[in-house]
């Protein structure tokens, strides 16, 4: 079974820097579509980014300009730096692997507040 297990959550001021990492296990990670998604209270979990198998990266509008997905075959790891954090990006946080209807990890809180 596929383990998804994400860290890097915090509490941070507007403009400030948070990254998030997963880690993933028993997955042959370098053909798999990875995703961040996150859900803010009272909203549907929406898509953050996600990363291709061959390095094609997609955003959300929202976090263009903002937020950089990467992964690393070699670790089974995929990450999302996100910078100028504002009080909206304030969500749960999800590692996903293959879509909506594929695996997923815990979670990991994210609040943008001062």
């Known amino acids: 079974q596929v383990q998804l297990v994400e860290s890097g959550g915090g509490m941070v001021q507007p403009g400030g820097s948070l990254r998030l990492s997963c880690a993933a296990s028993?997955?042959?990670?370098?053909?798999?579509?990875m995703g961040w998604y996150r859900q803010a209270p009272g909203k549907q979990r929406e898509l953050v980014a996600s990363?291709?198998?061959?390095?094609?990266?997609n955003y959300a509008d929202s976090v263009k300009g903002r937020f950089t997905i990467s992964k690393d075959n070699a670790k089974n790891t995929v990450n999302l730096q996100m910078n100028s954090l504002k009080p909206e990006d304030t969500a749960v946080y999800y590692c996903?692997?293959?879509?909506?209807?594929?695996?997923w990890g815990q979670g990991t809180q994210v609040t943008v507040s001062s």
């Open positions: 028993r997955i042959i990670f370098s053909n798999r579509v």
């Open positions: 996903n692997a293959n879509g909506p209807k594929g695996n």
């Open positions: 990363i291709g198998s061959g390095g094609y990266t």
